[in-house]
Structure formats: structure tokens, C-alpha cells
């Protein structure tokens, strides 16, 4: 686990040095492009291996850092986007950061699994420069969004909520093993079963209201 936060840790450091040293949101989206990439080339083995664990890995530890790593990211992109287009690409800053992703996962699985040679400049400039036509292209169709805001709160919600639920059914569990009264442990799973049903009330309610909103 320590390696994962060392390397994390260490990008981001990368990332905000080469920020500093930009004079325009797109130099500054390109530099960090650029030293992400440069990170990555440099650290091949440690990348591969990194993918793997994380298809392969049931360590719950390893999946909820990569799942926080993934949010800090869409988190940074969106910001750039901002930054770089303004806010009238507000509407697609999901879409364009869905294509963003795609674009990197593809080409850096090619470079690495053929272990290619590239400058990671160059790969920046040609990433940043499709990214631009696919964001020139829907601002002149002004198709409506794919992926919305509101449907990633909808579903960020109800993965919260069955997490809540997982953690409450492993905590029932430990419960039920403790050398405690019966009227003691009774009593802590009844507080828990409270908790499980508020749990899927919310959920059940945020189902609803989200269905009622598509609808009208």
C-alpha cells in the first residue's frame, strides 16, 4: 500500500512544480501532461505491475485508493478544462474527460506493452491536440451531453450507500462473534439494523426521485 501513496505522492509533486512554471492555462495543462507521461515512462515495470494488482487485487484497501486516486483525478481534469476552455465547456466537462482517460489508458497500455521509445512531450501535444478537436467538435454540433453531473451524483450516491451497508454487515459480523451477553450483542445489532434500514430507505428514496426527474 505504501508504494501506491509514494508514487501518487511523488506525481503530484511532479505535477505542481512544472505548474508553477507556466505562463498560460494550455502551457500549464501541457506541462503537466507532459511530466505525468515522463513519470510513467520512468517507472514502466512498476506501472505494469500496478495494473495488474489492480484488476487482480481484493484488498479492499488497494481498490478504495485507487477508486479516491481516480475522483482526485477527474477532479484535476475538470479544473484544466475549466481553465483552458472557459465555462462554456461546462456541459461537456464529464464527456471530455471520459474521451481524456480513454485516450491515456489506450495509448500508454501500446507504449508500455510494446515498450516504444516516445518523448513524453510529444505524446502531450498529440493528446491535448485530439482533445481540442473533439472539443471543437461538440461545441459546433451542440449535441446535448452524454454523461451529466447529475447522473454521477445519482450513482456516486448509491455506491456510498451500499458501501455504508457492506461496512454494517461486516461490523454485524464481528459483533456477533464478541464474547458479550446475549442482551449486550442483541442489543448492538439491533442499533445496526437501524442503521442498515436508514441506509436503504436513502437509497430507495434517491432511486425514486431520480427516476420521477428523467421522467418529466
Known sequence: MEIYEYYYDSLHEQVQQVKEQAETPYESFLLQLEAHYETIFKHRDFIIMQLQEQELSTNPAIRSFVTEMKEVRYEWIKKNFTLLYGDEIEPYVYDLSILLEGMNKAYLQTILHLELE????DLA??????LNDHKESLLIKRVPPFITPDILQEKHEEKHDQELEDVIESVAEVISGLKASEEKVAEWLEALDV???EAKKRRASSNYYSRNAKNT
Open 118 to 121: 516516445i518523448n513524453p512531450k
Open 195 to 197: 442503521l442498515k434500514a
Open 125 to 130: 501535444v498529440w493528446i491535448l491536440d485530439r
